[in-house]
């Protein structure tokens, strides 16, 4: 089977430094995702690694060990709207295209 | 175009009631993809198109279940005899054949009592 893991809560303070990580097994990989998901709505796009190393993008960081099956998602200088759900998602678990996610990380901001 | 519809948003139905949801991708993606999320949980797939060519469905999908994309374009998700069970989010993503990135619809929230 598909197995990806992810912390269930987190919990950080306003201005300061998250790191989310995500480790997974999957017969097939295709390159991890990682989306932000506010309570009520669809998932929204934050970074896509496919090659080990760190992928940066403002506020936000995506590292990937392919080797390792491991990847974490970065948030710096957080903000109140930072507070949701991250959801880590490997492409191509089992095959084809498909996105296979883990449950998502709640993540809380407090002052 | 602003990215992926969904209609409707929100769907009440009674048990063994039969429901179809719609979604229109953006417009220059070619593939399209079905996931349902129940609360606490990340989208689970449950059918993947390529154009008008339905390339994979998860083993989870009861016969009960049934999707169509006939012109490559728009999807229709169609759930018979409904179950308790099936309330949950249903949300539809799409991504071009050139990038990986899978952009997700506001999602058709169904409720089945």
């Known amino acids: 089977g598909q197995n990806i893991d992810q912390p269930t809560e987190m919990t950080a303070t306003e201005g300061a430094i998250v790191q989310i990580n995500c480790t997974y097994q999957?017969?097939?990989?295709?390159?991890l995702f990682w989306y932000q998901q506010h309570a009520g709505e669809a998932p929204t796009f934050l970074s896509y690694?496919?090659?080990?190393g760190l992928e940066e993008k403002g506020r936000f960081s995506s590292f990937l060990s392919r080797s390792k099956g491991y990847s974490y998602l970065l948030l710096k200088e957080l903000q109140m709207k930072d507070s949701a759900s991250y959801l880590c998602?490997?492409?191509?678990?089992?095959?084809?295209?498909?996105?296979?996610f883990g449950t998502g990380t709640q993540l809380k901001v407090e002052l | 175009d602003t990215g992926v519809s969904q209609d409707p948003r929100h769907k009440i139905t009674k048990r063994g009631q039969n429901v179809t949801f719609r979604c229109d991708p953006i417009?220059?993606?070619?593939?399209l993809y079905w996931y349902r999320q129940t609360l606490g949980q990340g989208p689970e797939f449950l059918t993947y198109?390529?154009?008008?060519?339905?390339?994979?469905k998860s083993r989870l999908l009861s016969d009960r279940f049934s999707a169509e994309r006939p012109k490559g374009s728009f999807s229709t998700l169609e759930i018979q005899r409904t179950e308790q069970g099936d309330s949950a989010m249903y949300l539809c993503?799409?991504?071009?054949?050139?990038?990986?990135?899978?952009?997700f619809g506001p999602g058709t929230r169904l409720t089945v009592l």
């Open positions: 998602a490997v492409s191509g678990a089992g095959g084809g295209n498909k996105l296979t």
């Open positions: 993503a799409s991504s071009s054949q050139e990038y990986n990135e899978q952009f």
């Open positions: 417009s220059e993606h070619n593939r």
């Open positions: 198109f390529q154009n008008e060519a339905q390339l994979e």
């Open positions: 690694n496919v090659l080990d």
């Open positions: 999957t017969s097939g990989f295709n390159g």
